[in-house]
């Protein structure tokens, strides 16, 4: 199975819990990028795209099977596997795409964060 993940620049600056746990985080997403199934790749503040700042989602071919793709709000989960809106998450995803720095400036991005001495207050 592959997984490659567009994840928005914001996580560089934005803790989720302590210092620590975001650090680990981080750490982690260094680790599975070495992984040859797994691709992690940054969004810029500055890209035009705004496609997955409204919630996550993931899509999800399946050999032998129709596309699907499930959809995470802050209150609810969804999957949809056919229709406008499976197509227009496939667009999405494709306009993220175009923007997304490649993973190895990514990780150099999340390697760089970590050098530097955080001060969140």
Do not use: C
């Amino acid at each position: 199975m592959l997984l490659w993940a567009f994840l928005d620049e914001g996580i560089l600056y934005r803790p989720i819990g302590s210092e620590e746990i975001t650090r680990r985080q981080l750490e982690h997403l260094i680790e599975m990028s070495e992984r040859d199934n797994v691709t992690i790749q940054l969004l810029p503040y500055l890209a035009m795209s705004t496609t997955g700042l409204g919630g996550s989602f993931t899509l999800l071919p399946i050999d032998g099977e129709p596309d699907a793709a499930y959809i995470e709000g802050t209150l609810y989960g969804q999957i949809r596997d056919q229709g406008e809106e499976l197509e227009m998450l496939k667009r999405r995803l494709e306009k993220m795409r175009a923007e997304v720095y490649p993973q190895r400036t990514s990780i150099e991005l999340i390697r760089k964060r970590l050098a530097e001495e955080w001060i969140w207050s």
